[in-house]
């Protein structure tokens, strides 16, 4: 079994805040994914459902995001799961709106929620980094954070979204590079052209020909006849 941990505030006041994107990227899934009604437990809401080959828990703590680590620590030791069974989806101020990374373990950046797991379950669980970008000023973080994303942002904001939910099922089964891959498709989808190429105008010819040369014609005349012609 697998806990899938997004992170945010309770309430629509918060909703469409940057500091919610973990809350959204759970919301894509159940969604996408047939997951169970959301119901009220661990001091959040919790749906369950299967991804990939794995049973797995979606949680949203409800308790702020300073105190996230008290509903995910509870949910764990109710399920019995180790931390490394946990993953944990926050916005990141370090990565470019759009931009997504998976992270195994390591320290938790200033972040309030992931401080709060810290303390409740350790620093060895897996994060999805998810990109909101950063205002420019360390003073000017936590307005950020708390606004909601602007219309401008909505393209990438769904395009992130629904890559992460497409990738949801291999995430459950260890295989971060097909995750990342996923999202790769719905960001930056491979481009594809219907237009025909432009015929070439006439006398081109391929790279390294000489254009000045003459087209070669069959010889067909007899190996006596070119002899004789030879000597002429």
Not at 52 to 70: A, C, I, Y
Not at 161 to 167: P, T, V
Request: net charge positive; with cysteine.
């Amino acid at each position: 079994m697998k806990l899938f941990v997004g992170l945010g505030n309770p309430g629509t006041k918060y909703a469409g805040n940057r500091h919610n994107i973990g809350f959204m990227a759970l919301e894509r899934i159940a969604e996408d994914h047939g997951f169970g009604p959301w119901k009220s437990k661990f001091q959040g809401t919790i749906s369950e459902g299967r991804l990939g080959g794995e049973k797995v828990m979606l949680l949203r703590p409800e308790t702020f995001m300073n105190l996230s680590g008290q509903s995910v620590g509870e949910a764990m030791r109710f399920y019995k799961l180790d931390s490394t069974d946990v993953t944990v989806f926050h916005d990141e101020l370090d990565l470019a709106p759009g931009k997504c990374r998976v992270k195994a373990g390591g320290g938790h950046a200033g972040h309030n929620g992931l401080r709060s797991i810290h303390q409740h379950i350790g620093p060895h669980y897996d994060r999805v980094r998810i990109g909101i970008g950063h205002p420019g000023n360390k003073n000017a973080v936590s307005g950020y954070v708390l606004r909601d994303f602007a219309k401008a942002d909505q393209d990438w904001l769904d395009d992130v979204l629904r890559g992460i939910s497409d990738g949801a099922g291999h995430l459950a089964d260890d295989d971060t590079g097909k995750f990342m891959n996923a999202v790769a498709l719905r960001v930056n989808p491979p481009r594809s052209s219907t237009s025909k190429p432009k015929p070439k105008p006439e006398g081109d010819t391929a790279a390294g020909a000489n254009p000045a040369a003459p087209t070669p014609t069959d010889d067909a005349r007899s190996p006596l006849q070119k002899l004789v012609d030879k000597f002429r």
